[in-house]
């Protein structure tokens, strides 16, 4: 696929990620939404009237709002020095001399070409499987892109991408986050950790060589992850018992340069799996137990699993080791946490087959000239003539075709191509219209293109489809051996783009047009024989080819004067009445080089037979 590396990115496909979300959130948000409105129904009855001043004053707002937003920039309130300014920084060309309203129209003209070109690029791609050449290594491009809609980050992903046998060189381009391996027919991606609403992804590609038209599977996805979901927000927990570990003690250092002062800090340790709220701490000593030497202040410390908390040094003087008494309150945290393992499987998705064939069909002129070569034309030499031809494209593959090119080259000033208007296009035997433009006709080559079939009217190539371009190459009086060796290529490809398709037929498949040096010669006699009683003859006409070409559509016309009867015919003729004579018509549709026929009748009648009396005629 040509630039995939580049059509496959994080934003094309972060964007086709966020719509399955849309589509997944969407189903539970409407069921949220009925409940919702079923009590906002019962609310707004109540408060009707105020409800409907509000939405006034809202819709008001909106359409404000709406107006601002959709209301064009007024370039006429522009000088023409301002309009100038702005052509020239958008690279818009203006005449020289043009007017205020010709500049105005340019700028139109090029923002709306700028709004096209945006749409067709964010069209001509998508996420979708392409078709791949027949009897050919393709380059497949990949790109897996994972979305969490968690809320919270999940962990331990590991992402496994089967890779049917079919495919070799399989080469990692690109990871967004975290590793991929290649295993044996696997790809492993893992990621540690993925937070919500990231997506990650990773490209890759791999050749095959196919020589079948069946579809290729490309190996299936297996993901496995781990995650963490809270449900305290939707518990209400009245009370509950809690048992844990719980460790503390107070650190007692008498300081080295004053004997009998002591600092002191209390030290609490959670070894428990919960979270810990310390919300009431009391240290004092047994003479004074209204003292307490810790103030918590307004916020209770809290302890994760593992914690440790350290409260403020305090001082305290004495001469003897210092005894201190200790009321810790503490409770558990009420949380609820479950630990979400995942899996998800994605079936393969299959590459469609991209395949085509074409034919070269040249037919006789209308002068036939026999020839035993195979795949060979003859004309005659010194003689205009229009060969017909049709140039047959088929889509024999498993992938609609969106763009199709014919193409026949090797013409000269002996055989010339046709004109435009000469050629026509047929789809499954249909005439279709083509835009002049994408017909290319110079003094060597004819081209027809039909680009972007999927948007256009004639809708893209199916399989099995047929694509024929018909017209007439024009013989202009070749000499005599000159010959017409063509050329000619086929070419197509898929949507979304993949590789060029071509097909080009063998040289054995054309045929040629050779021109050879023929003239017809032919010899046409009669022969007028007395036999037995007077007034009888026999008639003898003889027609010979002597050339080196078949004598096609010949007519024989022989009249028989009125006071003759005729019959005994060895090949029945036509039989005109005519004032003074009868016409006898005999219609030889071919006759070979070589070849002779004789056709013998008699006659009978009263007086003399005079050959001047009976003209031959032909």
């Known amino acids: 696929m040509p630039d995939a590396n580049n059509i496959l990115n994080l934003k094309d496909i972060e964007s086709d990620l966020i719509k399955l979300k849309d589509e997944a959130i969407g189903v539970e948000a409407e069921a949220i939404e009925e409940e919702e409105e079923e009590e906002k129904i019962e609310e ?16 008001e707002d909106e359409v404000e709002e709406e107006i601002e937003e959709e209301e064009e920039i007024d370039y006429n309130s522009w000088t023409v020095a301002e309009l100038k300014e702005y052509c020239e920084e958008n690279d818009i060309e203006i005449p020289s001399g043009a007017k205020k309203a010709e500049i105005i129209e340019l700028i139109n003209e090029a923002e709306a070409s700028e709004e096209e070109e945006e749409y ?9 499987s392409f078709g791949i050449s027949i009897n050919k290594v393709n380059t497949v491009y990949f790109a897996i892109g994972m979305y969490s809609l968690f809320e919270r980050e999940i962990s331990d992903i590991v992402v496994t991408k089967n890779i049917s046998e079919k495919f070799e060189n399989v080469k990692i381009i690109d990871v967004s986050i975290g590793n991929a391996e290649l295993e044996g027919n696997q790809i492993k991606w893992t990621i540690t950790e993925l937070d919500p609403e990231v997506t990650a992804l990773i490209k890759f590609t791999a050749d095959i060589l196919v020589n079948t038209k069946d579809s290729v599977k490309t190996g299936t996805i297996e993901v496995s992850y781990k995650g963490t979901s809270s449900f305290t927000g939707g518990l209400e927990i009245e009370n509950f018992d809690g048992l844990t570990n719980n460790k503390h003690y107070i650190d007692i250092i008498e300081r080295d340069e004053e004997p009998g002062v002591w600092d002191c800090r209390l030290v609490f340790e959670n070894p428990s799996e919960f979270k810990i709220d310390l919300f009431k701490i009391d240290i004092h000593t047994s003479d004074e137990p209204d003292t307490n030497f810790i103030d918590l202040g307004e916020v209770s410390p809290k302890l994760p699993a593992g914690a440790q908390w350290n409260s403020d ?20 945290f009420s949380e609820i946490e479950a630990d979400v393992n995942g899996t998800i499987a994605i079936e393969d998705v299959d590459l469609v087959l991209a395949s085509i064939t074409g034919e070269v069909i040249i037919e006789e002129p209308e002068v036939k000239i026999p020839t035993e070569e195979e795949g060979v034309i003859l004309l005659p030499s010194y003689k205009e003539s229009d060969i017909p031809t049709t140039l047959k494209y088929v889509n024999d593959g498993s992938a609609p075709i969106n763009e199709v090119k014919i193409t026949q080259k090797r013409f000269d000033d002996k055989f010339r ?26 003094d060597n080559s004819v081209q027809v293109i039909l680009p972007d079939l999927k948007d256009s009217p004639i809708g893209m190539l199916e399989p099995d489809s047929v694509i024929e371009v018909k017209y007439p190459i024009h013989a202009d009086n070749p000499p005599q051996d000159a010959e017409f060796v063509t050329d000619v290529i ?14 080009i037929p063998e040289p054995e498949e054309i045929p040629i047009i050779k021109v050879v040096h023929v003239r017809r010669k032919f010899r046409l006699g009669k022969k007028i024989t007395p036999i037995g009683a007077l007034g009888s003859y026999q008639i003898v006409i003889e027609y010979e080819n002597l050339g080196n070409m078949p004598l096609k ?12 009867e005729y019959g005994e015919f060895s090949l029945e003729p036509e039989i005109t009445d005519e004032k003074g004579s009868d016409t006898l018509k005999w219609s030889i549709e071919e006759l070979e080089e070589g070849n002779k026929i004789e056709i013998s009748y008699e006659i009978n009648g009263s007086g003399e037979y005079r050959p001047s009396d009976a003209q031959l005629l032909h």
């Not at 305090?314 to 409770?331: A, C, G, M, N, V």
């Not at 086929?490 to 097909?503: K, M, S, V």
């Not at 559509?553 to 003759?564: A, G």
């Open 44 to 59: 707004d009855e109540e408060s009707e009237e105020e409800e409907e001043i509000e939405e006034e004053e809202i819709e």
């Open 490 to 503: 086929y070419n197509g490809n898929t949507y979304p783009l993949g590789q060029e398709l071509e097909y």
């Open 553 to 564: 559509d010949y007519t024989i016309l022989d009249k028989v004067p009125d006071n003759f």
């Open 313 to 332: 040094l305090w001082q305290y003087y004495s001469d003897d080791y210092p005894t201190f008494q200790k009321e810790i309150y503490f409770r558990v």
């Open 120 to 128: 067709d690029v964010a069209e001509e791609y998508g996420l979708e």
């Open 417 to 442: 191509p046709p004109e435009p208007d000469e050629v026509e296009v047929l789809k499954d035997g249909k005439p279709i219209d083509v835009d002049p433009e994408n017909i290319l006709i110079d």
